[in-house]
């Protein structure tokens, strides 16, 4: 499996776990984008672990668009860890989201 390697991978238990915080954390840091990748709707081992980051990831696009940021720069994809090819599928359709955004303005050198 190949993908740039601009890439940051941050492995977590469940993403039920990530909040809205975390993911305007990583934005107001300097990251163009954000990617979530959890379990299968109706497959997460937790409690509705994945439908809590997807609401949060929705959340957090609202924000970035009231701010004229992009909503695109945070996106929710729902894989299993057995589909190699979807998820660097999902990770090229979040570069090309990003990359039509731009660099994030918030990123200082």
């Known amino acids: 499996m190949k993908y740039p390697p601009n890439i940051n991978i941050v492995r977590i238990r469940c993403t039920g776990r990530i909040n809205a915080g975390h993911l305007l954390h ?3 840091q300097g990251a163009d984008g954000v990617m979530v990748v959890g379990c ?3 497959e997460c081992e937790f409690p ?3 439908l809590k980051a997807d609401r949060n990831v929705n959340f957090v696009k609202r924000i ?7 909503e695109n720069r945070v996106n929710m994809y729902f894989l299993s860890a ?3 090819g979807r998820f660097v599928a999902a990770v090229e359709d979040t ?3 990003v990359e039509k955004l731009g660099p994030n303005p918030l990123k200082t050198e």
């Open 26 to 28: 990583a934005i107001r």
């Open 40 to 42: 299968h709707k109706g």
């Open 48 to 50: 509705d672990g994945n």
């Open 64 to 70: 970035l668009k009231r701010h004229g940021l992009g």
């Open 82 to 84: 057995a589909e190699a």
């Open 95 to 97: 570069l090309k989201k």
